[in-house]
């Protein structure tokens, strides 16, 4: 259970129970995630051809920017592009936020949490918004999912799933 999760941009705004919505994200986002890596192509350089957990890909090269090239030139191609921890915060926006130690300590969420709570920005855009937006639970796991909640890009299914442990965590404590 995440201890303490402090976002003052939603505190009093939505609703919204930040350490539980924390938690159901990392429920979602660990499953079918044993080892707490995941390799997204869309992180990995246009056609760069790896495998990965025995699993071949392919770049995409969608998200390939500046903060996954210098985490790339310090970890690795792959390992850059790789979600780490409960959350699957993306190894390069750990970087981004400033992380400049061994990739391996990105597996321990006591290390990452500090960049999930940067990630704090997500819950900023609603509130400075004009006109703003009231956060909902589905709109935070769409922006922490696909890195915005205001485009066409939607992913309905991983909002569904994101409130569903939302509210089996809400009912459980």
């Not at 056609?47 to 920017?65: C, K, L």
């Not at 391996?104 to 400075?128: C, G, M, N, Q």
């Not at 004009?130 to 696909?146: F, G, S």
Request: glycine share 8%.
């Amino acid at each position: 259970m995440v201890q303490g999760a402090i976002v003052p941009e939603l505190a009093g705004v939505s609703g919204v129970n930040v350490p539980t919505l924390l938690d159901a994200i990392a429920m979602v986002e660990v499953s079918g995630c044993e080892t707490g890596l995941r390799c997204e192509p869309s992180y990995l350089e246009r056609n760069f051809r790896v495998s990965f957990q025995g699993r071949p890909m392919i770049g995409t090269g969608e998200w390939y920017r500046a903060e996954v090239i210098e985490a790339a030139n310090e970890w690795g191609r792959t390992l850059a592009a790789c979600g780490v921890s409960r959350w699957q915060i993306q190894a390069s926006e750990c970087w981004r936020f400033g992380y400049r130690g061994p990739f391996h300590d990105l597996l321990s969420d006591e290390v990452v949490l500090p960049f999930v709570y940067k990630k704090r920005e997500i819950a900023r855009t609603f509130v400075t918004r004009k006109p703003p937006l009231t956060p909902t639970v589905e709109l935070i796991a769409e922006a922490w999912n696909t890195g915005s909640a205001f485009d066409a890009i939607r992913n309905l299914d991983y909002q569904r799933k994101v409130r569903a442990a939302y509210d089996a965590l809400s009912h459980g404590r």
